[in-house]
């Protein structure tokens, strides 16, 4: 497995308070860079268009990044909230690289996200829908080309698959990226050793918030052949345990006071403590990421199929 180091940088820069998430995000991204498509696309479930915009090669200038617009004041600890669903006159994306390709389509349910989407100018239309509603608001045979990497995290997956193969042309490819029931493994390995407090922290709602995260690889595959696609390939995205480890653990925990601090610094020096950062943060995870033996499918918690509608 070769890392793309330039790449792999852009997402530790973009999500360097999370480097589990930048780490994951890139494998995913990883998993579907030789994709290519013509004809009319759509991302859903695309948030805040980042994962996309660096997937298509985007990059950002070194003083903006996922923490410098989130929402304050929060309990993190007794509700479930997403911080980066906020969008102020703070959110400038510096572009320093345009994505060589865009979207036509963008969506997701959180105004914030949509509204931080725009700001990125990747997408030429953005709607606003609850995948929860179905049928999805597009035609039949409307796509060419479809990505989501977030349809488990609804209710009603498997429905919303045979919607997802409505809206795609015949032999149109979708990029489905879906997390397996192996995903939070690591936080229920160390739950007999926490205590209700401690576990709750770690957690943060997730094995109650995650809907989807219920099935294994191959009931993934049931459900996508019943939905009417073919197969291409299947890939592991998250490559080993030391990266699923890396992820459930993580620095979520106190993300929320790392976000405080950053943001009480001077340009100069959060530019600066974020470069050193990001430098510690690659040198570590670029070999714990390619060095350990990968995932076989079974043992996977993260996969990218890659899909043709029949
Ligand atoms: C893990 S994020 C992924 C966002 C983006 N694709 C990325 O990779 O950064 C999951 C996204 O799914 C969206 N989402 C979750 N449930 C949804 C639903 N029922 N309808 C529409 N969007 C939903 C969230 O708002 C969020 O932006």
Request: proline share 4%.
């Amino acid at each position: 497995m070769s890392i793309d180091d330039k790449k792999f940088k852009s997402f530790l820069e973009f999500y360097w308070l999370r480097p589990e998430n930048a780490a994951v995000k890139y494998f995913q991204s990883s998993t579907w860079a030789d994709i290519k498509w013509r004809g009319k696309s759509i991302d859903i479930c695309c948030g805040d268009g980042v994962y996309v915009f660096l997937h298509q090669g985007g990059k950002f200038d070194n003083s903006f990044d996922c923490f410098t617009d989130t929402k304050k004041n929060f309990s993190h600890n007794k509700k479930f909230v997403d911080i980066y669903n906020s969008f102020s006159k703070k959110y400038v994306p510096k572009i320093i690289k345009n994505p060589i390709k865009n979207f036509d389509v963008g969506t997701d349910w959180k105004t914030g996200m949509l509204a931080k989407s725009k700001k990125l100018k990747i997408f030429k239309r953005l709607i606003k829908h609850d995948n929860n509603i179905l049928p999805l608001p597009f035609n039949d045979n409307e796509f060419n080309f479809l990505h989501s990497n977030a349809l488990y995290w609804t209710k009603n997956a498997p429905i919303l698959l045979k919607d997802v193969n409505r809206v795609l042309n015949k032999d149109s490819y979708a990029v489905l990226e879906f997390s397996t029931e192996k995903l939070l493994s690591t936080i229920f390995e160390l739950k007999p050793f926490l205590s209700k407090e401690a576990f709750k922290i770690l957690d943060r709602k997730r094995s109650v918030e995650m809907k989807g995260i219920k099935y294994n690889t191959k009931e993934w595959i049931n459900h996508i052949k019943k939905a009417g696609f073919i197969i291409e390939d299947i890939r592991v995205a998250w490559p080993n345990k030391i990266i699923v480890d890396f992820w459930n653990t993580g620095l979520r925990p106190i993300s929320h006071l790392l976000i405080e601090m950053v943001n009480n610094l001077n340009n100069r020096n959060r530019n600066k403590i974020k470069k050193e950062w990001v430098d510690i943060m690659f040198k570590i995870l670029k070999p714990l990421c390619e060095k350990p033996k990968k995932f076989s499918l079974k043992e996977a918690s993260y996969i990218t199929f890659i899909l043709r509608k029949m």
